[in-house]
Structure formats: structure tokens, C-alpha cells
T-cell receptor, first 112, second 114 residues
Framework: QKEVEQNSGPLSVPEGAIASLNCTYS??????FFWYRQYSGKSPELIMF????GDKEDGRFTAQLNKASQYVSLLIRDSQPSDSATYLC????????????FGKGTKLSVKP | ETGVTQSPTHLIKTRGQQVTLRCSSQ?????VSWYQQALGQGPQFIFQ???????GRGNFPPRFSGLQFPNYSSELNVNALELDDSALYLC?????????????FGPGTRLLVL
């Protein structure tokens, strides 16, 4: 079982819809969770981070964390064509000296 | 823009050669992490440097080595290059390497090994 798993997609949604991206992780010692967006040929840029169970909202983005079920999700409301990118889920473990474990990423395509 | 810079942006080497990649961390950050991202994969942790000391290492062979300088900039050295080393190499900086800190990525160096 991989440490961080994401559906590779592509996930296609129409403009204005809600895009839902999911991630599961295997290590119960994981304590911090990050969503990065990566445009083709570019480096990852931080979208959101979350540490506690529940929801965290930032503009059109909502991160959801459920440690009991070991999953974290990212919702993008009012999706725009500019949101088309690969979304990487990353997890950091307690005592890991800060190295991030990434999933393979989910490719999102928002159709006009 | 994260304030993290990397050089060079692109590099072509042949198998068996050696390469040095460079990274300048964001102002105020004393921790640098290096990642390798193969095509279609997520980044994989190579190692992290905190105040000039290696502070953790991923599952990479010893021919991957690094340095961090007093100004917290860093180098990644790869010896005896193999075809599978072709990838995007990413440097990320953070304030102190704590697991709860956000890591900010530079633009990356794309390495092609022929």
C-alpha cells in the first residue's frame, strides 16, 4: 500500500462546478497535510494546509481532514479553466524532520 | 513567486557524468529540502539540510549528496549519472524544518541524462 494515494484522473468538471479531489494516507502518525497545485512544466505551489479534523476554508478552496478515516480532500468551488492543473496531496509525519510524502497527483481539467 | 531560486533551469548530461544543482532559500529560512520528481509522479524526498547539517534522508543512494552553506543556500550533487536520474529536481525552503511548516518550492531544475 502506497503511503499517500490519489486518483490520478483526469477529473473533468464544467466551469462553475465544484471539483472534489481526494487523498488517503496510510500512516496514522501523520500530523500535517498540504495541497499543492502544479501547472504543467512548473513547480508545486501551496494551495492550503490543514492540521486538525474538520474543514478549513480559504476563498474558493476548502480542505477537509478526517484522521479516523485517514483521508483528506480538497473542494474547489466555482471552478475556473485556470484551475486546470495537477493537484498534489502531501503529508508530513511526526518526527519526520519535515520531509513531505507526496501522492502522484490528480489531474484536473475545467472545461469552459 | 516564493523567493526560492534554483540554477540552472535546464541541464543535459550524459550517463556517468556528475552534476551540481544550486538553490537559494527564501529570506529568513534556514532549512532546505530537495526532491526528485519523475514525469507523471509526485515529488520524492531526497534529503533535508538544517543549519548546514543533513537532517533527514529519503531512499536515495549515496551518489546523491548535498551541502548547505552558512547563508543557507544549498547544493545537490549527483555522481555517476544514470538514465533514470532524468527528472525535475525541486528545492524547497522552510523556516526551521518543523513538520508543521509549509515548504516553499523553487522553480526547479530539469535534468536530462542521455
Amino acid at each position: 500500500q502506497k503511503e499517500v494515494e490519489q486518483n490520478s484522473g483526469p477529473l473533468s468538471v464544467p466551469e462553475g462546478a465544484i471539483a472534489s479531489l481526494n487523498c488517503t494516507y496510510s500512516d496514522r502518525g501523520s500530523q500535517s497535510f498540504f495541497w499543492y497545485r502544479q501547472y504543467s512544466g512548473k513547480s508545486p505551489e501551496l494551495i492550503m494546509f490543514i492540521y486538525s479534523n474538520g474543514d478549513k476554508e480559504d476563498g474558493r478552496f476548502t480542505a477537509q481532514l478526517n484522521k479516523a478515516s485517514q483521508y483528506v480532500s480538497l473542494l474547489i468551488r466555482d471552478s475556473q479553466p485556470s484551475d486546470s492543473a495537477t493537484y498534489l496531496c502531501a503529508v508530513n509525519r511526526e518526527g519526520s524532520q519535515g520531509n513531505l510524502i507526496f501522492g502522484k497527483g490528480t489531474k484536473l481539467s475545467v472545461k469552459p | 513567486e516564493t523567493g526560492v531560486t534554483q540554477s540552472p533551469t535546464h541541464l543535459i548530461k550524459t550517463r556517468g557524468q556528475q552534476v551540481t544543482l544550486r538553490c537559494s532559500s527564501q529570506s529568513g529560512h534556514n532549512t532546505v529540502s530537495w526532491y526528485q520528481q519523475a514525469l507523471g509522479q509526485g515529488p520524492q524526498f531526497i534529503f533535508q539540510y538544517y543549519r548546514e547539517e543533513e537532517n533527514g534522508r529519503g531512499n536515495f543512494p549515496p551518489r546523491f549528496s548535498g551541502l548547505q552553506f552558512p547563508n543557507y543556500s544549498s547544493e545537490l550533487n549527483v555522481n555517476a549519472l544514470e538514465l533514470d536520474d532524468s527528472a525535475l529536481y525541486l528545492c524547497a525552503s522552510s523556516p526551521s524544518g518543523s513538520p508543521k511548516e509549509t515548504q516553499y518550492f523553487g522553480p526547479g531544475t530539469r535534468l536530462l541524462v542521455l
